[in-house]
């Protein structure tokens, strides 16, 4: 039985993946918090000047999606055969450059107009075209995943991005997919997350400006 | 007799050569597909993301999006290293050398000519500087002369392809501050099959 302290910061982030990964698996691990401080100790100490950093027996891995696919890997999480681990790489992929546009207008761009003109692109396209691929995959598939017929690590890192979605960007974000609606319900309705999700009041809630909070269905 | 893996991508390097890299190096046969402007034009909407490359196995089943095309070749030739965690480290490296690859991309994608040279100078007196470091000092504290473990793996093939590709790039003259890791690409480069594709592949600029 392996060791595992995982590093981060004190927000879901880039570890709520792997922290989701380890709840599901039913895996102990240490879920370590870092305040600003400790961060700035640390710092210079970490392979890659970042954090999340995972250790397993004391040897360090670093990069969020390194950890989070290796966790798949040792929690058979990776579907049924090397193409399906394969399909689950592609998928995460492809969500991860949606999300790197995303981190554009939420974090790194401050003036407001150019903000908003980001938000709008992000909504009107570039949601919708990796939105729509993944609903047709979704379809495609059958039964409840995105990847053959069990829960994989990319069903929970995906199902976490579209709650990233509703919770930051749009709260009726998947109104026009109603498959990835209901395979997020499904991912969330699993008991080990299910439980996880009510007791730490699983939310991106706080990241939302006020105003985009009331869904208005008029139209 | 078709082909079992078909590679598709633009007539260029960029992060397609990587993948042809592994294909040479293990002396895996593939149909090696450069698709131009206008054909693109005609396929895009069929391809899974609309995006290149695309590898297709069996004349069927297709995949998308580079690294997960790499990673999965790797593992299918056995350049994933010995251990689930030793694969964990060639992916972190890999990861880590996007990020290079990245803060460099956005010089091409950058029009305006002095926002084009700000980001030059950042990657050259920033990225640069604090990235070779680390894979030098990777490469020294492991002392086999590879990254992870004691033989080739993919990370190196994607380092080595990638310190190579970015330092030109930038006419970056400094790479003998990094000894281990200049040496560690001349090596890679220099495998059989790799160093016979380098002698003999078409020439692109990117």
Known sequence: ?219 | MSQKYKFLYFPMKAVGEPIRLLFHYANVEFEDIRVSNEEWAKMKSEMPWNLLPVLVVDGKHQLSQCLTIFRYLAREFGLVGADEFETAKCNEYIDAMDEVRLDVLQMFRESDPAKKAAIKKNVVENTFPKAWPKFNGILKRNGTGFLVGEGVTCADIYVAYMVDLLTGFVEFSTMSDYPELDDHRKKILNLPGIKEWIATRPYTAF
């Open chain 1, 1 to 219: 039985m392996s060791t595992y302290k995982l590093t981060y910061f004190d927000m879901r982030g880039r570890a709520e993946c792997s922290r989701l990964l380890f709840t599901y698996a039913g895996v102990g691990f240490e879920d370590v918090r870092l305040t600003g401080d400790q961060w700035g100790a640390l710092k210079p100490s970490t392979p890659w000047g970042q954090v999340p950093i995972l250790e397993v027996d004391g040897e360090v891995l670093a990069q969020s999606n390194t950890i989070a696919r290796f966790l798949g890997r040792k929690f058979q999480l990776c579907g049924e055969s090397d193409w399906e681990a394969a399909k689950c790489d592609e998928y995460v992929d492809a969500t991860n450059d949606l999300f790197e546009q995303w981190a554009k207008f939420v974090f790194f761009e401050q003036d407001p107009v150019k903000k908003a003109a980001l938000r709008e692109t992000f909504v009107t396209t570039l949601a919708p075209k990796c939105l729509e691929v993944l609903e047709a995959i979704k379809q495609k598939n059958g039964g409840d995943f995105l990847v053959g017929k069990v829960l994989t690590w990319a069903d929970i890192n995906i199902a976490d991005k579209l709650q990233i979605l509703e919770d930051t960007v749009k709260a009726d974000i998947l109104r026009d997919y109603p498959g990835l609606a209901k395979f997020k319900a499904v991912v969330f309705a699993v008991p080990k997350l299910k439980e996880y999700i009510e007791k730490t009041a699983y939310s991106y809630k706080a990241m939302m400006p006020e105003a985009e909070r009331h869904i208005d269905y008029s139209e």
